[in-house]
């Protein structure tokens, strides 16, 4: 599964340290991002339209952020020394995809159970990123995997996120089990082979690669 990638994810640190500096000026709070939502976002967008960015999404709030807090004494210590040598310290953040399990309360007395794949740079952020995008129309909860339904006597109309329920997805390209069992057996053939069969062996396997 591939994820998008935030806009600073191939910035260089120099770049990042001094939105990060003209950022923090201006009062973003890196801390709590959605808390403060429009302003922290006003305040970035207008830091980067300085060195030529133009565009921002929900998870480039998240990386500056993620960025800074996972940083923040490294950081702290290279505005203080100038010393341009920790610049290759600084970690940059890693996008994950997060499962967010969520409920909607109808108007038809109706409970459905909806999950929702959303990146996000740090589980702390992703259930405010959703919401976000949900309060600006960039989301639109019907859009979510239905997992049940159920009918209910109560008339709330309410949308609530599953906090202990959310969940990281693992995006990564695991080996298959096939894959594994034929190197594991070929490896068993090779070293019951004798000397005058593997080196036959390897003429054959010379032979196939030079016809590629």
């Known amino acids: 599964m591939e994820i998008d990638e935030s806009v600073f994810s191939k910035k260089n640190p120099e770049m990042l340290l001094f939105i990060i500096k003209q950022s923090i000026e201006k009062g973003f709070d890196f801390e709590n991002p959605y808390s403060y939502f429009v302003k922290n976002y006003q305040i970035l967008e207008k830091v980067c339209k300085v060195v030529g960015i133009n565009s921002l999404e929900y998870r480039d709030v998240d990386f500056i952020s993620k960025f800074m807090t996972d940083n923040s ?3 702290q210590k290279i505005f203080e020394t100038k010393d341009k040598s920790l610049l290759s310290e600084l970690e940059y953040p890693i996008n994950k995809m997060f499962k ?3 409920e909607i309360h109808s108007n038809q007395s109706v409970l459905e159970n909806y999950t929702v794949n959303w990146d996000s ?3 702390k952020f992703v259930r405010s990123s959703l919401i976000e995008a949900r309060n600006d129309g960039n989301f639109d909860e ?3 995997d239905l997992q049940q339904t159920n009918l209910l006597d109560s008339e709330t ?3 609530i996120i599953n906090d202990e329920d959310i969940t990281e997805i693992n995006t990564e390209k695991t080996e298959s089990i096939l894959d594994r069992l034929v190197i594991e057996n070929t490896s068993s ?3 019951s082979l004798d000397r005058n069969t593997l080196i ?3 003429n054959i396997i010379n032979s196939r690669l030079s016809s590629l």
């Open 121 to 123: 740079y740090d589980k």
């Open 200 to 202: 036959n062996l390897r």
């Open 189 to 191: 053939v090779i070293n």
């Open 73 to 75: 004494e490294l950081i």
């Open 142 to 144: 019907w859009t979510g």
């Open 100 to 102: 967010i399990p969520y």
């Open 157 to 159: 109309t309410d949308w």
